[in-house]
């Protein structure tokens, strides 16, 4: 605090007032970007002071991820291949058939490769909300709690892995080889609701992670839980809905809005109607519902904060 209240002071006694001003602001920046608070500064809101430490932290990790880099290009290379060995699956299994539930190939690399995509993002930004129920076991998760920076953007940003991007990296290959193979009547409609889907599909999938993350105050540990929506819910879209049970996609729609992530919006953009008689114009509604879907995500996650009860540790 007092070399942020130096730097402040070290102007100039003869300067003009608005020089004077100048200077004044300068010097409340840099100290702002040590952490140091400021007095009669003005204050950001939650949400800007939120963005502003997850951009910090994941900054951190970030710069001691690329300390190594050839250590960094192999995990990312790595996860990129294991992840890719779901859909070397799907394409040995397409040897033997032609089709399957109705869908081609190519069709069913748009499902997976736009799944994946979406998945991967929320992944990189929001995975470690995971681990909260560890921390809440052995009380580290006080020390969050007293830092000037939101406990989500902590959280979610804590041990930021940049190497997940291989997940994302094979998605869109897999989606690219998708979208240059398939013989589609190409709208601007169309075109725009591709890269539309990945990201309202990562938001959806961010929106179950908070509220696993939130879940995991009540039951302790619920990683696992949270995993079977996010993961095994991406290993299912994956697959054309045409192979599932009507009461399946039922609730994958109404009740736990997975459906928008890939279903809906590749559906429409092969053309293909929905099999449980949606209007077409449905497909465009995942930025909405990804919306809604944080509301109550964002709600449970406060709640849970709030009835948080120190180990005592």
């Known amino acids: ?18 020089e004077r001003g100048r200077e004044r602001g300068r010097g409340r920046d840099r100290a702002r970007e040590r952490g140091v608070v400021v007095a009669g500064a003005p204050r950001r809101g939650p949400a800007l002071e939120g963005l502003r ?47 399957l539930g109705g869908f ?15 998945l991967g993002l929320a992944d990189l930004l929001l995975g470690n909300t995971d681990r909260i129920g560890a921390r809440i076991r052995d009380g580290s998760l006080d020390t969050m709690l007293v830092r000037p920076v939101p406990v989500l953007a902590q959280v979610a940003a804590d041990r930021f892995a ?22 589609v009547d190409w709208t601007a409609g169309k075109v725009l609701l591709v890269p539309v889907m990945v990201l309202a599909g990562a938001a959806i999938f961010g929106a179950v992670m908070v509220t696993g993350a939130a879940f995991q105050f009540v039951s302790g540990d619920a990683a696992e839980v949270q995993n079977s929506f996010t993961y095994g819910g991406c290993t299912m879209l994956q697959y054309p809905p045409t192979v599932f049970a ?19 919006p590749a559906l429409h953009v ?30 449970a996650w406060r709640a849970g904060v709030r009835s948080y009860r120190s180990t005592g540790s």
């Open 104 to 118: 081609t190939l190519p069709e069913i690399a748009l499902l997976y490769g736009s799944c994946s995509a979406s």
């Open 162 to 183: 940049l190497r997940r991007l291989g997940r994302i990296g094979q998605g869109l290959g897999v989606m690219g080889w998708a979208v240059w193979t398939l013989e």
């Open 270 to 299: 092969l053309g293909r109607p929905d099999p449980l008689g949606l209007p077409g114009w449905v497909a465009y509604l995942s930025p909405l519902v990804a919306f809604v879907v944080f509301l109550p995500a964002s709600l």
């Open 246 to 264: 009507k009461d399946l996609l039922r609730g994958v729609t109404f009740i736990v809005p997975l459906a928008f992530v890939n279903w809906l």
């Open 1 to 18: 605090m007092a070399e942020a209240e130096a730097e402040l002071e070290a102007v100039p006694a003869r300067a003009p007032d608005r």
């Open 53 to 99: 430490g997850y951009r910090l932290i994941v900054g951190m990790w970030i710069r001691s991820t690329m300390t190594y880099r050839t250590s960094f290009f192999l995990t990312t290379f790595g996860q990129a291949a294991i992840t890719l060995l779901d859909f070397v699956a799907i394409y040995i299994m397409f040897s033997h058939v032609d089709a």
